[in-house]
């Protein structure tokens, strides 16, 4: 008895309050980050900050609450980050019987399979940290949405800008881990579906230092077919960054490392995007890379919500977010939303190289019945999950 | 000799102001090249380029047309240019990342959104002093201080608001959520109504100042033009009451609009990335400031036909005319 009041005390204090737009309200966000140990690289010059994704959520707590103050919102950021995936998820449960119901989750995809397990029905849960397709496909976990972009997004922006420069001919380079293997299957889908040709296929297993031999190793081993770009598959950056300059053909070198298909990037700076960076970097002390950035328009579409409709409950935001009136301005030149099926945020893909901004796709002429956003990443129809029914 | 002197004297400053007017001008502001263009209106013709501080972007006259005052963004700082000899004559402490502004009728505050650090610092144009800065929302974008001086309104493009500040006591006393990205406001002349773009949510809002309620929401579909494309940012209100113009950004087209029934009349194809605007100072033009093609266009009020287009520096941004 005495455990039931605290318990709805507890809840009162975090939970719904009546939606009048100006009653004080507190919002409680959780975020989850979960530190991955990427195996030792050859190219280890400039490590992914551990911090990645944190400073996003951050900084989005810092936006949403400046908003906040002219209508007496509070949010509150509640961080977890580790490395072992069985803490996170026991923490992350701990947060939720303290009342907590928003999560935004930087996890690998198992990790994010076993929060869902974990965390009552009425949690939303955001995806701020795997690309995974089969997320977004038939491993369809339960009220899911996603604010990073999936692999098929990035490969099929890429795949658009090659077609549309003529670069038809492509050299795919990979890597011999499962996230290599994933990025390879997207581009080969990618190429299936706007008429990009692999005329071969090479699986990187050496392992010489390139630091020290790439001018010698890399030639021979991307010689043989002809070709117009070399496309590697190197999410961890293991040997992709000593490709450009070192192929057998003089060609460009695309996909995870040379010019990439991101999510955000430094050098987009368009759309007001130079004031998001400076605020940032004025926080972290240093670049807004995609994990922050997903992790930003997570509690950014959070906040949003809360904005519209002076609720915290959990189940009127996601109603909200998944709705026609939500709309995010999140510095990619147009509003996004989220999809139906999959509960992935639409999204243009910027292609970047490490000093310049080159093309943002979708690319003018990739049509589509309903938004030219959906040409990026699995549409309705290719994908068996459905967030809203 | 006596009198003759007099006629010179006469003579001279009759020169001196017709050197110091230089006919009807307009000055544009070139974002990415950290300097002005003058355009003369009668020839058409950039007579004059002037290099001021980085990144200017808002500029705005002195009520008796005397200054030019100079958003320098990454100069951080409001620059005053003298337009007799156009030389910059004092930076004003403008706060961080000024990048819009508005004077109050009284020639002397001026409110100024420092878009970094969410705030709108007011300064006293004489005494070159800061007079307050009130915390606003992230972004602080546009500005404009109603007709008879009551309201300076800022919008914020994150936050999505239009932050209401009474120039009396400078505190911010009421906020009025707009769709995303809201970017320009203007007030009616008569002061009873606001203008307010949204960038991202590609609506213009009117808002009804007694009240601080949205009272219209005006869309915009342009055929061949993706919906997200079309990106309302500035707003101009003829002088007759009968039109509002929107520059409609990626669009490339400026939509005129009926100011009493809010219909959208037309569409206007311009240049490139079309941002702010400015009437001449008859009122018989509007010329527009188009970013990525680098030029300025000028609409013929009248019949409402885009006349002729005119390069200037890069990434023109703001607009003013002199008569």
Same mark, same amino acid.
């Given at each position: ?389 | ?62 009520? !008796? ?174 002088? !007759? ?83």
């Amino acid at each position: 008895m005495l455990r039931n009041r605290l318990l709805a005390a507890g809840i009162a204090c975090l939970l719904p309050f009546s939606p009048a737009a100006r009653s004080a309200l507190n919002v409680d966000v959780a975020y989850v980050g979960q530190i991955i140990d990427r195996g030792p690289v050859l190219s280890n010059i400039i490590p992914e900050p551990d911090d990645a994704g944190r400073q996003g959520a951050q900084l989005a707590i810092a936006d949403s609450n400046t908003t906040g103050r002219f209508l007496k919102h509070h949010y509150e950021l509640h961080t977890i980050e580790g490395e072992d995936a069985r803490q996170l998820v026991a923490d992350s449960r701990a947060l939720y019987d303290r009342g907590l119901r928003l999560f935004v989750l930087n996890t690998d995809a198992a990790t994010l399979a076993a929060l869902r397990e974990a965390l009552p029905d009425d949690s939303l849960l955001i995806n701020a940290g795997s690309r995974a397709d089969a997320l977004r496909t038939d491993q369809c976990i339960d009220q899911l949405l996603h604010t990073i972009p999936s692999r098929a997004m990035l490969a099929d922006a890429l795949a658009q800008w090659l077609i549309y420069r003529r670069w038809n001919r492509w050299l795919l380079v990979r890597g011999n881990t499962a996230d290599d293997q994933a990025f390879a299957d997207a581009i080969r889908r990618a190429a299936k579906r706007f008429g990009g040709r692999i005329v071969a296929e090479k699986a990187w297993s050496f392992d010489t230092d390139l630091r020290r031999t790439a001018q010698k190793e890399l030639p021979p081993f991307t010689a043989g077919a002809e070709y117009d770009v070399v496309v590697v598959a190197d999410e961890r950056g293991d040997f992709g960054e000593y490709l450009p300059y070192n192929t057998g053909l003089p060609r460009p070198v695309v996909g995870t490392q040379g010019l990439m298909p991101v999510g955000w990037h430094k050098m987009i700076e368009a759309w007001g995007a130079a004031q998001l960076h400076s605020r940032f970097e004025a926080q972290a002390q240093r670049w807004m890379n995609e994990k922050d950035y997903a992790s930003w328009a997570g509690v950014r579409t959070l906040a949003e919500a809360v904005t519209r409709t002076g609720s915290n409950d959990p189940a009127r935001l996601r109603d909200y977010i998944l709705s026609d009136q939500f709309e995010l301005a999140a510095f990619k030149g147009r509003k996004l939303n989220f999809r139906h099926w999959s509960g992935q945020l639409r999204q243009p893909i910027a292609l970047v190289h490490p000093r310049a901004l080159v093309s943002q796709s979708p690319q003018d002429g990739f049509l589509h019945p309903h938004t030219d956003l959906d040409t990026l990443g699995f549409d309705e129809p290719e994908s068996g999950c459905r967030v809203v029914e | 000799m006596k009198r003759s002197r007099f006629v010179m004297s006469l003579l001279a400053g009759a020169l001196a102001a017709a050197g110091t007017a230089h006919a009807s001008v307009a000055y544009i502001s070139n974002e990415k090249d950290d300097t002005l263009s003058v355009l003369d209106l009668n020839s058409w013709q950039v007579v004059e380029t002037i290099e001021v501080g980085e990144r200017p972007r808002g500029i705005a006259l002195s009520k !008796d047309g005397s200054k030019l005052y100079i958003c320098a963004s990454d100069s951080d700082t409001v620059q005053v240019m003298d337009l007799a000899t156009r030389r910059i004559i004092a930076n004003l402490p403008s706060g961080a990342d000024p990048e819009q502004f508005a004077l109050h009728p009284d020639n002397r505050k001026l409110y100024i959104s420092n878009e970094d650090d969410a705030l709108v610092t007011v300064v006293d144009t004489q005494t070159h002093e800061v007079l307050a800065q009130i915390e606003v929302g992230v972004e602080p974008e546009g500005m404009a201080v109603s007709p008879d001086g009551r309201w300076a309104v800022n919008t914020s493009e994150t936050t999505n608001m239009l932050h209401w500040i009474d120039t009396q006591t400078h505190a911010l006393v009421d906020n009025t959520l707009v769709d995303q990205r809201p970017r320009h406001v203007e007030f009616r002349e008569d002061g009873q109504l606001l203008w307010a773009s949204a960038e991202i949510g590609g609506t213009v809002s009117v808002v009804d100042v007694p009240s601080r309620q949205i009272i219209k929401k005006l869309t915009f579909e342009i055929k061949g033009i993706h919906p997200d494309k079309i990106q309302p940012v500035g707003v101009k209100l003829s002088r !007759d009451g009968r039109y509002a113009f929107v520059a409609l950004g990626p669009a490339n087209h400026v939509a005129v609009v009926d100011a009493n029934s809010y219909e959208v009349l037309d569409y206007l194809l311009v240049g490139r990335r079309v941002w702010h605007m400015a009437f001449t100072p008859d009122g018989r033009y509007l010329l527009t400031t188009n970013g990525v093609s680098g030029d300025v266009s000028v609409i013929n009020v009248d019949d409402l036909k885009v006349e002729r287009s005119i390069k200037v520096g890069r990434y023109p941004w703001g607009v003013v005319t002199t008569p």
